[in-house]
């Protein structure tokens, strides 16, 4: 299972920094990694595979972990370079009622999916 964590941080230079050398010291691979600053604050989600070891590397760090979902972890589906690819996957998971919550790229030409049904989408993006 993976797991999508959400950090926000001051919006200025050395903070990604900052989590890339305490996840990288502390042996965890970031799988898959979303950015943006805004109003003076960085949100970051990034994907990992040992939630609790992220956790305790970022927070010893002095980093505040904001949020901690369950993700989805997804090989590349189809013709993911084909136009129309994301909308036709997006139509089936939002015409079965299922709403997406956080979606980035991940290493490998994956994806990271986090949905308020992440089994049913599962089988939807199949």
């Known amino acids: ?13 050395g903070e990604l920094a900052r989590i890339g050398e305490a996840l990288g010291n502390a042996g965890i691979n970031i799988e898959g990694l979303c950015g943006l600053g805004m109003e003076g604050r960085g949100i970051i989600h990034l994907c990992v ?36 690819t994301m909308g036709r996957i997006a139509r089936r998971v939002a015409d079965a009622g299922i709403n997406v919550r956080v979606l980035y790229t991940a290493t490998d030409n994956r994806a990271v999916v986090v949905t308020d049904d992440n089994q049913r989408a599962m089988q939807l993006m199949g």
């Open 1 to 13: 299972m993976a797991t999508d964590l959400m950090i926000s941080t001051e919006d200025r230079p």
């Open 49 to 84: 595979k040992d939630a609790a070891a992220a956790r305790q590397a970022l927070e010893s760090a002095g980093l505040k972990v904001e949020g901690e979902a369950d993700a989805i972890l997804a090989d590349p589906i189809g013709q993911v370079a084909e136009p129309g």
